[in-house]
């Protein structure tokens, strides 16, 4: 699912910043549905390609028509994301959509090579995660 959401990123955090930017972001998994308080884990959408440092997966033109994106080219950033309750302040109501909090899902096909890579990243201790309070 894409949401808009108060995304901090890693920079941010290590500079004691902890009002993220209003961005679309993708949820990857979420803890038992059971569990209270439930936590999710939210990788952030952006413009910027990613750099050195940092390891994105494009999403194509066609999804973010569907969902309503811009078209400028986005990435979803796999080598770090944040953990939070759900649901949460952080959320925001998606620009010209009635209050909706969802800009809708991506594809299958998508959502299972962005879920592959960052599970690989995060195993490997290089999806840098910030918990959000």
Known sequence: MVIRYDYVWAHDEAARRNQGKDRPACLVAASDSFARPRYVVLLPITHSPPSVNTIGIEIPARVKA????????????????????????????????????????????????????????????????????
């Open 66 to 133: 569907f969902l309503g994106l811009d078209d400028q080219p986005s990435w979803i950033i796999v080598s770090e994301h944040n953990i939070d309750e759900w649901p949460n302040g952080g959320l925001t109501p998606v620009p010209g959509g009635g209050g909706e909090f969802s800009y809708g899902f991506i594809p299958p096909g998508l959502f299972s090579i962005v879920r592959v890579k960052f599970l690989e990243l995060a195993r490997a201790g290089k999806s840098a995660g910030i918990k959000r309070d």
